[in-house]
């Protein structure tokens, strides 16, 4: 399948400060990816929808000013989790689909504010 | 809207037995995309298996197959000839055609495989 790269793998920030994580497709371009955060032994809660291009498209419940979302290129789309607090800590991960609607997925970010 | 529906958190298996995981979805539409994902401990997300809506025919990929019922919206995976390697959390997840369409995931299962 695809292969999906994103870094960091894991961060641990202070209260307060931004962290941008990034989300790659290495072998093909991805019109559309997706954000999901996760909590232990739940499911991937979809954040926002990225299009190259455009604006994002976020979920019911996702502040906008707090995970900014820029897909600049059709292999990089980034999130950015602005004035980070405990709260915020979880497990991010992006998705990026292909032409025949198959996402392939990243390896995950686990984000840690202390 | 569009929703998934995984009504068993838990299930185990012994190990070369076959098990089969439940899943439901809703949607009016015609034209959209089903599959498995698999999740084992390293949290990295693997596709299992994808169905076509207009395809009648079930898809398999080696000892993963699926039962697709459109008519009653579900979309169950069956997994033969268990291996430890299986143990893993199970999510179905739901796509519509096109390029930018969503995707959603149900609930999830955790499957264990028992030696």
């Known amino acids: 399948g695809a292969v999906v790269s994103q870094h960091p793998s894991r961060v641990i920030c202070k209260s307060g400060t931004s962290v941008k994580i990034e989300c790659r497709s290495l072998d093909f371009q991805a019109t559309t990816m997706f954000w999901y955060r996760q909590f232990p032994k739940q499911s991937l809660m979809l954040m926002a929808t990225?299009?190259?291009?455009?604006?994002?498209?976020?979920e019911q419940g996702v502040e906008k000013d707090k995970f900014l979302i820029n897909h600049a290129s059709l292999t990089l789309s980034t999130l950015t989790v602005t004035s980070a607090h405990p709260e915020d800590s979880s497990f991010y991960i992006c998705?990026?689909?292909?032409?025949?609607?198959?996402?392939?997925f990243g390896q995950g970010t686990r984000l840690t504010v202390v | 809207a569009q929703t998934v529906t995984q009504s068993q958190p838990e299930m185990s298996v012994q190990e070369a037995e076959t098990v089969t995981l439940s899943c439901t979805y809703d949607t009016s539409e015609s034209n959209y995309y089903l599959f498995w994902y698999k999740q084992p401990p390293s949290r990295q997300m693997i596709l299992v298996i994808r169905q076509e809506a207009y395809k009648q025919q079930n898809a398999t990929e080696n000892r993963f197959s699926v039962n697709f019922q459109k008519a009653a919206k579900s979309f169950s995976l069956k997994i033969s000839d268990s291996q430890l390697g299986d143990t893993a959390m199970y999510f179905c997840a739901f796509t519509l055609s096109g390029n930018t369409g969503k995707l959603i995931f149900g609930q999830g299962t955790t499957l264990q495989v028992k030696p």
């Open positions: 990225s299009n190259e291009g455009s604006k994002a498209t976020y």
């Open positions: 998705s990026a689909r292909t032409e025949n609607a198959e996402a392939f």
